[in-house]
């Protein structure tokens, strides 16, 4: 079985600086995928940024990159600049690769201060 | 097609009573799928489709719960004799081939169900 664990309850940063947010996860599967997630106020799911388990350079997509240490299956989400419209509930997932459903974190509630 | 549509967006019901979500995903994705999320959680799994086959349903998805494809298109989620622990929020999401597998790249914004 998978699982994803968000550590992070809550994180507070700063406008403008860099916010990173951790998720480690377990699996004996060899072949899979990690992605994040962001969740504002009004419940929508938006798409951030994906991670294939044999992608040898990390994924980057504008000021989202993730840090993916495959040794110790570790998929930490980077925010770079943040911006008082990144306050949002982010989550991490994975899947398998012929798998149907994704494997969800409980999420981590991100609060940028001006 | 500007994205994933779900109706209602909310849904205040009687226990006891059924309900029935719609979700229109982006017309040329082929996988469709159900999550259900209460307040503080993930997303859990519910089911999936690829067209209009079922091929996946989670343990979660009782026998009060149904969900169709009926044409490979719009897809419907049924819950009979809704129970306080229904309340939640139900999220369909679809999905194409991105980099090597199927992703749910698009979420719906969901239907917040409240069984009073």
């Known amino acids: 079985a998978q699982k994803i664990t968000q550590t992070q309850p809550g994180m507070f940063v700063q406008e403008k600086e860099a916010v990173t947010l951790d998720c480690t996860y377990d699996?004996?599967?060899?072949?899979?995928?990690l992605f994040w997630y962001k969740q504002p106020s009004s419940g929508e799911m938006i798409f951030l940024i994906y991670?294939?388990?044999?992608?040898?350079q990390n994924a980057t997509e504008g000021r989202y990159s993730l840090n993916f240490q495959k040794a110790r299956k570790s998929a930490n989400l980077v925010i770079s600049a943040s911006q008082l419209g990144d306050s949002a509930m982010y989550f991490c997932?994975?899947?398998?690769?012929?798998?149907?459903?994704?494997?969800f974190g409980d999420g981590t509630t991100l609060t940028v201060k001006p | 097609d500007t994205g994933v549509s779900q109706d209602p967006r909310h849904k205040i019901t009687k226990r006891g009573q059924n309900v029935t979500f719609r979700c229109d995903p982006i017309?040329?994705?082929?996988?469709l799928y159900w999550y259900r999320q209460t307040l503080g959680q993930g997303p859990e799994f519910l089911t999936y489709?690829?067209?209009?086959?079922?091929?996946?349903k989670s343990r979660l998805l009782s026998d009060r719960f149904s969900a169709e494809r009926p044409k490979g298109s719009f897809s419907t989620l049924e819950i009979q004799r809704t129970e306080q622990g229904d309340s939640a929020m139900y999220l369909c999401?679809?999905?194409?081939?991105?980099?090597?597998?199927?992703?749910?790249?698009?979420f719906g914004q969901g239907t917040r169900l409240t069984v009073v």
């Open positions: 999401a679809s999905s194409s081939y991105y980099r090597g597998m199927y992703t749910e790249a698009f």
């Open positions: 699996t004996s599967d060899p072949s899979y995928g």
């Open positions: 017309s040329e994705h082929n996988r």
């Open positions: 997932a994975m899947r398998r690769a012929n798998a149907g459903k994704s494997t």
């Open positions: 991670q294939g388990s044999y992608d040898q």
């Open positions: 489709f690829q067209n209009e086959a079922q091929l996946e």
